[in-house]
């Protein structure tokens, strides 16, 4: 391989956030003209090494080089002029102007916003096969026009290394197959691009190389000619799986959450959940495995009484729930350990107390009738930092001044707390220290001794594996799949969770 | 903990007097620019205000806090009510011609029109609720709109129902509810039912921090999505928080009509433009009662004075609301500058750390 023929070359890529190695070692080579798909579970790193090469992030280690030129990005304006372009998942464009104007906004200088851009547009447009129509309003376009555009736009721009970030998550199939139609075009007159996307059927069927990332660093590269999706979905989930340990069971036959054929649907009638149907006793932990983005924070806001389901039923114990809201579900005793602490969990400004409060702000010790019991909440809050061991210089520190880990500590004393008889347990050791981790774990299992029943969703096999009585499989908003702890091997699970050979 | 506090203290002061002195420094080269003397301005500003003008302060102090709280109540959870001025216009309207049917007598008849204030204003701001919960329509546009559409009605309504008088109309007069002086008779009396403003602020205090209501508005307003995970029912927080804001809004011309208009009448005896006081101090004041108490007796401080300056000086008295608009601007982007400047060393802080932290095990 000649150097010429490389567009971009990462060396020893390393990322660190508070409390987080997102990348390290990441090594990658993408050749001129060729789709090379990225692949990895969520968590895996993708998105920050996207981000460093599209210069929204700074790398702490290592060397970018793009066509033979080593560079530093610290900016997307450095990345454009150096030939990168992104297309984000969520699309960057302003409705309420026409498909020009979207075009040309941020770029006036290349083309000016008249004739000399329309015609621009219209090169681009034909040589691509994207048919486009420049003045036509954004708010009238589907998705998949949508998304062109934004190809179009990164193009416009001068780009030659395209960065797609999980662009067939939004498709339909027909779709699916006209973006990889546009994608060969893109390629063959000479552009290269990154593709990234767990979904392996779609990876073998475009690429020309794949690399796969997991826990922050490249694991390997595959030749799409030679590999199977079954090869594939072992490199991404890991091919060693953790013995469970051997706990003795605590499942009793006591039912505490039933989900009777739960379906829900987005407001364009998609379907987000599609039949779901569970049990969870007291003292059982059933973890639900499956790649991002599959239904699991839908299942969970469902369970939570975020979203009211559109059929189906929900019983807590004998009670049927289904129409329930949040707080009246937490006040029946959910714990609710949120995926997203930040979007979830904290009121990051408010102090430690305050946020003993938070969804719990009709229980005791927090409230006396209508009134915040301060002495109370501040005095629980102390008993949370000392049992979890939360370590914060007091109880009137923001939650924003602590690491991820402690954050989260508080977050599972919390929910804890009041004696709860179902704790749903999302991600729970995401983004937290080893210590952390297996104080938390160490607390599931004790209270699952206890009589907890527990729903736990994960994508760290070692957890899934390590917690849970019996481990349900989603994927596109299905369960597809139930497995025992201590049989499954990384063949099923990976197989399931992708959609892979018949499972 | 202590020195937390008293540093925390500090720097919420230090966006305050950075945006006074902008404040008056600004109006100091206005008056310069415009030929005038800035000094007289100032000496006939800053004289002390002799015993008729500190009565008008106090009571127009209790005003603006009273619109200051509705807004703030909004600002709180994340709402913007712009439409106070619709909301007590009207609300003040229904009052005075309820209060003017004299259905009831003496007490009575006082508390019975503040109900009606609170209930019409809670009401119209309710709509904007309503609108946004139901229609997503955002209650800037819709209480902006409501506010002429409120005008429009009372202007309507007075003159269809009103007391006719030469080229004015307003509605029957009331009997007055005897004020305190504190000074001679002529100097004027402070109104009874600015106790109203006492009476909010407090109750602002003890909902925002006190009750679990206040707990689940301030979660709202701080993030949206973690007040829904919390239980926080986000349709009938809107709701109640446009509705308890407008309520308050409802008061806010009530301690003026009992103490010393005795009917409304529009351009006439009702004082208009409070609404947009209030949200200028609630911005001025951070939406924290001790805060906006500052900004309204700074507020009506200005405006007051400003009436001298017609026989002292040769300077416009609208000159102030330059001040009050610089002011309210200025604190503004000073919060958003002392905040900035925070979140950098936090930031910095937690980097630190994190190279200690990433060093050690190598």
Known sequence: MTQESVAVELRGIGKRFPGVIANHDVDLTIRVGTVHALIGENGAGKSTLMKILYGVQKPDDGTITINGHAVVLKTPTDAIENGVGMVFQHFMLADNLTVLENMVLGAEKLHGIGDAARTEIARISDRFGFGLEPDVLVEKLGVADRQRLEIAKVLYRGARIIILDEPTAVLVPQEVDALFANLRELKDAGNSILFISHKLDEVLDISDDITVMRRGTTVGTADPRTTTKLQLAELMVGSELPSPETEESTVTDTVQLTLDDVSLADEFGRNLLTSISLQIRRGEVLGIAGVEGNGQAELVETIMGMRIPDTGRILLGTEDVTNWHTRELREAGIGYIPEDRHRHGLLLDAPLWENRILGHQTQAPNAKGPWINRSGARKDTDRIMAEYDVRAPGIDTPARALSGGNQQKLIVGREMSGDPVLLIASHPTRGVDVGAQSAIWDHIKRARRAGLAVLLISADLDELIGLSDTIQVILRGRLVGSFEPATVTPQDLGSAMTGGAAA | ?362
């Open chain 2, 1 to 362: 903990m202590r020195t937390f506090n008293l540093k925390a203290i500090g720097l919420s002061l230090v966006a305050p007097a950075i945006a006074i002195v902008v404040s008056l420094l600004v109006t100091t080269l206005v008056i310069a620019a415009v030929g005038s003397s800035p000094s007289d301005f100032w000496s006939t500003m800053f004289e002390v205000p002799k015993p008729r003008s500190r009565i008008d302060i106090i009571n127009q102090t209790g005003m603006i806090y009273i619109a200051a709280v509705a807004a703030a109540i909004g600002f709180r959870m994340g709402l913007f009510n712009i439409g106070l001025e619709g909301q007590y216009t009207l609300a003040s309207y229904a009052a005075a011609a309820f209060a003017g049917g004299a259905y009831l007598s003496g007490f009575a008849n006082v508390a019975v029109t503040l109900l009606i204030a609170i209930a019409v204003g809670a009401a119209w701001s309710g709509i904007a609720g309503v609108l946004r919960t139901t229609r997503g329509v955002s209650e800037v546009i819709s209480t902006i709109m409501l506010n002429s559409i409120a005008i429009t009605l009372v202007g309507y309504l007075l003159n269809r129902y009103g007391v006719h008088e030469g080229n004015t109309v307003r509605t029957t007069k009331i009997d007055l509810v005897t004020g305190f002086s504190p000074y001679e008779d002529r100097d004027g009396q402070i109104w009874t039912l600015t106790i109203i403003a006492v009476l909010v602020g407090v109750g602002f205090w003890l909902l925002l921090n006190k009750t679990r209501f206040g707990f689940d508005l301030r979660a709202s307003g701080q993030s949206d999505s973690v007040a829904k995970a919390s239980g926080v029912n986000p349709t009938r927080m809107i709701i109640t928080a446009m509705a308890l804001s407008g309520g308050i809004a409802g008061l806010i011309w009530m301690p003026a009509l009992f103490g010393k208009a005795s009917s409304f009448g529009l351009g006439t005896s009702f004082q208009a433009g409070l609404g947009f006081l209030g949200i200028a101090v609630a911005l001025l004041g951070r939406n924290r009662p001790l805060g906006m108490l500052f900004g309204a007796v700074l507020f009506a401080f200005l405006s007051v004075k400003s009436n001298d300056l017609t026989f002292a000086t040769d300077v416009s008295p609208s000159i102030v609301q330059i001040t009050q608009g610089v002011a309210v601007l200025a604190v503004v982007i000073a919060y958003e500058v002392v905040r900035r400047w925070r979140a950098q060393l936090e930031q910095r802080a937690v980097g630190q750390d994190l190279v200690t932290a990433t060093e050690a095990p190598a």
